[in-house]
């Protein structure tokens, strides 16, 4: 949990998006600082890109700077409302394809045509079956050099904990302050782990070079994770995994950066 079913009710009518998703950056100080600043230096090595799929566009959040950065650019959402303000937002543009689908099916996109997939803020709230499924098609749509940088959740990995509090909800309270359990945990799935992501990559014949787990708005909680993969002929790269609990440490410096230099967030 959370479904597909869920994902689109909650995402195509039942959000508001006054701010095209723009209200989720402000603990970075905004959407150029969360950009410039905690994505491009995770996918720059990528970038520029002849042909781009962004799964889970929402309304372009991350598209419009993906878009300078490609020849050609492929939306994929499940949410109908999502890629049409997109398509108003990008009207006029060149080289865009949008795609509403089922959450899973990338059945539009042609074999080996895809350099670099991009999902981020989207996939953490996606089952197992989801990214099974997505990363089940990497291997027929990536060019022989095609990587992609997914960001999902590892919430999975703190399943048993939180089931176990639930028997000691007096102390959930106590639990919280010591920094065991998280407050909110931001709608994550409960059913992924990091190396849940790493298995389904290798056994859809691919190869995972990264692995970061961040603690996404938590205090400790590696609740999310960065996985970026590609083909097998980029063995020599090895896979490097971290574990950031400094991830919302670098948003407060973000944050602090845009009061100086930017005029988001004042
Ligand atoms: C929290 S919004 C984020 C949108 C965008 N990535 C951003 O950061 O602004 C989640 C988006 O993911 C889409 N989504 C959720 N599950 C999906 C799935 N399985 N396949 C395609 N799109 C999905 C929703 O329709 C929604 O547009």
Redesign the pocket.
Known sequence: MPT?EQ??SA??GGYHWDDR?DE?SKPWGGTAMQWYGVILPRIHRFLDAGRILE?????G??TQYLLPRCRSYVA????AA?IETCKRRFAGKAGIEYYV?D??SLDMIADHSVDFVF?????V??DKS?LQAYIGQFNRILTEDGVAFLHHSNLGRYRLRYIRSRHVKALKPVLVWLGILEDDLHWRDWSVRAEDVRQMVESAGLKCLVQETVNWRTRRTLNDCFTTLGRKSRAQEGCLSSENRDYMNEAEHLFRLSRLYTDTGR
Not at 55 to 59: E, S
Not at 76 to 79: E, I
Not at 119 to 123: K, N, P, Q, W
């Open positions: 597909v994902n689109k995402w195509d998703g989720w799964i889970a566009c929402g309304c959040r991350w994929v959402d499940l949410s999502c689908n959450g899973k999902s981020f803020d989207s996939l709230h996606a989801v």
